[in-house]
Structure formats: C-alpha cells, structure tokens
C-alpha cells in the first residue's frame, strides 16, 4: 500500500508525524512524506520526501493573514484559543501546497492520506482521489475540529467526507476527544548533537529551559526572567541557545534531542508548545509553561489542571517557583502517572498494522 503524509511546513507539524510514517515503512508500505520549508529538515529521518511548496514564505503569510483579519490576529496573539486565525493561515498555506501535492498524487498514486491537523491540502486531494484521509492530531486541540475549520476557509462551497479515523495523540486524562483511534506520542527531534554530559544524571536537579522554533512575540523573556533566579535555585539549568553572560549554575547548548536529554532531567520550562510539552509528560517530566499565543495557553491550562506542571508568564517566575518545580512530590507523581498513561496507549507500530484494513473499507 502507497501511503501519503503530507504535512505543514513547519518542524512542529512534520516531526510528530514521523514515528508513525517510519512504522507504516517497517510493516512494508510504501511511505512518501510531502512538506516544505524548514520541515525538510525531516529528510534526516531516512524517509523519503518530496518538496511540494518550493517558494513558501511562512513569515510573509502570516503577516498577510495579521494585515487581512487584525481582530483574528489580536485574539490568537492573546492566546484565547479560537480557531479564528489559525484557520485562515493554515488555509492560506493549504492553498499554496495544493498544487504540488495534486501533482504529486497524480504521479505517485497513494491508496492513503495521513496528514497534520492543519494540512487541509491532505484531505482535499485525498478527497479528489476518492481515497482514505487520516487526520494525525499534533497538539491538545481536537484534529478534526481543526482540519474542519481550515477545509472551510480553503474550499467555503465545498463539502468534505469525513476522516477515514483521527489518530488520537493526547492522553485522555489531560485531554480527551471523541472517535478516532488512539496512538501512544512517540517524540522525535531529528539527529541532533547531544554533549556526553546531558546524557548522564547531574548531581543536583537539571531544568532544562526550552524555547520555540518558532519566533514570536515576547519569545525570550520566560529565558531571561529564568537566568535571572537561576542562581538562588538549588539547581542545574541547561539553556538552549542562550545569548549573554550566564550565571554560574547555567550551561549552554546548541539545539539538542528533547527526546535524549529530557530522561535525565527533573524539570522543563517552555513556551508551551506541543512537542515539547508532550515530550515532557511522555518523559514523566514536570513542566513550567509559559502561556502565550495560539494553542500555548490552552496547552498551560491543561496540564495545570491535571497537574503535571505550573503555568507562568515572564513577569511571575522566581526562585520559589522554580524550587517548587523540582521538590513538589504532587507535580512528579502526576507527570509519571502521565507518561505510565502514554507508554500504555498503542505504538504506532500497532497503528500501522492497522492501515491495510481503511484501504480495504474504503
């Protein structure tokens, strides 16, 4: 069978759709990921991927997007969670892959879609095709809710058949969604270089401190409000792509494997985005999130409440804070119930087995 993954051209959105596009290759399909972009940099997986949106300006769009729907613009950047904004710029993008992904399918004709939550380009042509769509959700917001708004804002006239299945990453105690079929978050990070030093356990609690592959508003502040206590906490700090003097209880390092280094950490502080915060809970790792633009705040909100982590912003972080985030046996043992939850979801090797069967349906 020839599956398909098509996903936005952003790392955040290519990445989580990896373990699964590497399980549908080990069971013996044919997997061919198309993208864009800086998510090209998946090619270091071993999969084979096609470059569907050569010319995609991910900043210009998004601007154009502000410049054409401020008040969106206005409630995304305050992190009130509706899909006003992400809609419309994810629609805007799905336009710009439409082209190459017809192309491609045409050629490479796939028996199934997988694709993103906000790559509508996948179920359109999927739709075209007559063939399965599966939408992969990639955050704590429902997939088909999110593809749903985008598909409205591509194609306003035009009706859609339903997902073939969603597949459910989010463990149900931090959030649950109806339908679909569950799939344990495997985290993938690319082959990155980690030092010998982060993979062996500190003598004193390590925080790593994260920031966002993606820039936006206020994007250094949670760091700088960080190294600014760092040196009243009892802790190791490892900061990722720091800039200035660093106090003495802080190390730098470049862009490395949260995967690899998160097992030995006793804590992470983060901008809230989905990778990073599920790659914690599935490490068992407490959490401080910054909540912040876009789905940022909803992912804060969500693992407070299931306590697993702290919610803060720039302006609330103190050493207390920070102290609490690696001595609260509340936070540790939510976290590693989490993680228990997630180990006991179905791999996506399980998942792949399954595939055949939605060809054969359809």
Known sequence: MRVLVVAAPLLGHVFPLVPLA??????????????????????ESGLA??????????GRLALRTSLAHPLAARSELRGEGDLRFVSHLFAAIGKHMLPGVFALAERWLPDVVVHDALAGAGTVVAAHHGIPAVVHDISLFDGATLTA?????????TAFP???????????????????????????????????????????????VSRSTVAGPGGGRMMEAVLKVAPQVDAEFVVI???????????????????????????VVHHGGAG??????????????EPGVGDRTRHARLVTAR??????????????????????????RAAKEVSAEISAMPSPAKVAARFSQLAHRH
Request: aromatic content about 4%.
């Open 22 to 43: 590497q399980a549908l290759r080990r069971a013996g399909h044919d997997v061919l990921l198309a993208t864009g972009g800086e998510a090209l940099k998946v090619r």
């Open 149 to 157: 708004a985008v598909l409205t804002r591509m194609r306003p006239r």
């Open 241 to 267: 792509r720091p800039s200035g003097s660093l106090p003495g209880n802080v190390r730098g390092v470049d862009w490395v494997s949260l995967p690899r280094v998160l097992p030995r950490c006793a804590a």
């Open 307 to 332: 306590g697993a982590g702290l919610t803060a912003r720039a302006s609330e972080v103190t050493s207390e804070l920070l102290g609490r985030l690696v001595t609260d046996n509340g936070l540790a």
């Open 276 to 289: 990073t915060l599920l790659a914690a809970l599935t490490a068992g790792v407490p959490q401080l999130v």
């Open 162 to 208: 339903e997902p073939a299945t969603v597949l459910r990453t989010a463990p149900p105690s931090v959030v649950e969604f109806s339908g679909g079929w569950p799939m344990r978050f495997v985290p993938y990070a690319g082959d990155g270089t980690t030092p010998d030093w982060l993979r062996e356990r500190p003598e004193r609690p390590r925080i790593l």
């Open 49 to 58: 991927v096609e470059d569907v949106v050569p010319a995609v300006h991910m």
